[in-house]
């Protein structure tokens, strides 16, 4: 069962960037297709943000298009979201999980505030 954990997750002033990493362990990211990063907010349901299929097709959300890319490096074994001109409203603890299947792990948790 290949299992990932999110990491480079902290507090940020807006206009600030991260760039999250999600690390496959027991198993080769290079198998699954397609790869997501969800986020949850307080109070709020958990919404995808964005989407990588196969090497470069991709899928980001309305809210963050234009500011997030979502890449992967099946030979590091990890997917990465990097995340430019944050804004408050992306603070929420963010998710990656297979499209399909999978479990969802800890999360790492993004606080964009001055």
């Known amino acids: 069962q290949v299992q990932f954990v999110e990491s480079g997750g902290g507090l940020v002033q807006p206009g600030g960037s991260l760039r999250l990493s999600c690390a496959a362990s027991?198993?080769?990211?290079?198998?699954?297709?397609?790869m997501d990063w969800y986020r949850q907010a307080p109070g709020k349901q958990r919404e995808l943000v964005a989407r990588i299929a196969g090497g470069s097709s991709t899928y980001l959300a309305d809210s963050v298009k234009g500011r997030f890319t979502i890449s992967r490096d099946n030979a590091k074994n990890t997917v990465y979201l990097q995340m430019d001109s944050l804004k408050p409203e992306d603070t929420a603890v963010y998710y990656c999980?297979?499209?399909?299947?999978?479990?969802w792990g800890q999360g790492t948790q993004v606080t964009v505030s001055s």
């Open positions: 999980k297979p499209t399909v299947g999978g479990y």
């Open positions: 027991g198993g080769s990211i290079g198998r699954i297709w397609a």
